[in-house]
């Protein structure tokens, strides 16, 4: 337990704020989460946790909580859009937890966003609390909202998404870069396949310019999700916002050339989100002064290898470690917990961000060694500063 007590402010409840508040606060400090959002939503979405994470998840007590709710597929896919020949497989239930000795879940993302959450207090997480400036000298951090409030922390954990405000406060603005594709994505009852239900694989379907990966996101098995990424005109971006109902006929019109199976949970589909896809250059510097960057703030990246938000539980898990070797709560000690923080998760981040935009993670056997993914333990990693990194 440190010595001192940080008055420690997270800026966005994503899965990466709450996951930092929760292991800043066991080692600990005082922390106060602050969300734009006047209260959680339940949109449609998956989200895969592969056992990089789990070993995080894992910390934070939700691993029973997981193996009740989530999905353990026995297998991932990766097929031929239209012939539905398979040119990878590899075993995930059982097999990735020998292995890597954590295992590999698939789950709606609000189930866990909701266990996150369930962690906090109800008065740690403040709603409604939209950040539109800060500013730091070296005694603290003035953080203020668009109600008018104000706030004051001696650290603070920017974990506020690609369009990250405090990245452009404290480097300048470089907005995220549109990629030009967009992912629809959904979840509904797996009753509405009718007689034809979903294959239990984690299926990856691949088409020459577009993809569509398909699972179960219940124990049940009784809710599926797909997503997709396809080509997008820009224009898109400024006739709608960057997240929206997709129209389900365009949907079925741009697969129409993929496989029946494929088709058909298209067809049986009655609702979509549309997403823009959204990345930004790696940073040179992720933290300044008081402030540090944490997930998709600093390193969004494509979906494609599952990654983004497994990347900010890896980031929160050795943040808090690089916190914990603080032995004062002064600028020098907070600037060489930084370095640490840095030193250690950049050269992965980067190293993922580019691998995921390449998408063809575990497309066929031969490209496929996932070790140095999903067998990376931000609990284990040596912590390295900057100068070695
Ligand atoms: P976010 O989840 O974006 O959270 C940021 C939070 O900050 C939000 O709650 C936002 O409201 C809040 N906020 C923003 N600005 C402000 C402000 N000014 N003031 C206060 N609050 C603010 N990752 C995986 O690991 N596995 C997957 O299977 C996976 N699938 C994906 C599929 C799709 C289609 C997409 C688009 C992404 C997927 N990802 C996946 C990536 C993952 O969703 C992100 O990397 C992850 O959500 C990043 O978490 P975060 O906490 O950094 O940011």
Redesign the pocket.
Known sequence: MADHTLNIAI?????????AASLLRSIGHQVRV????GQFGRVG??????PN?MQVLRRLGLEPALRAIAYEPEIALSREFDSGRITNQFAIAAAMEHKYGAPFF?LH?ADLHGLLAADHAQDSINFG????SLEQDSREVRLR?ADGSVAHADLVVA????????NTILFGRQDAVFTGRV?Y?TTFPAALLGSRPLDPARTKWWGPDRHIVMYYVTAKRDEIYF?T?QPEDAAWLTQESWSAKGNLDELRSAFSEFHPDVQHVLQCCPDVHK?G?FIRDPLARWSNGRVVL????CH????YM????????EDAAVLSRCVATMVDNGPAEMAKAFDLYEGTRKPRASRIQAASGANNWMRHASEANPDWVYGYNPWKAPLVSMDRA
């Open positions: 800026i966005g409840a994503g899965i990466g704020g709450l996951a602050f969300e734009q959002a979405a998956g989200i895969q946790m592969t994470a698939v993302r609390k939209k950040l539109v909202f974990a506020d998404g690609v369009h990250s405000l405090v992912a994505r997503v990424s997403w896809l944490l997930g998709d703030a969004p990246m494509p979906p599952a990654q983004g938000a497994a990347s900010a539980l």
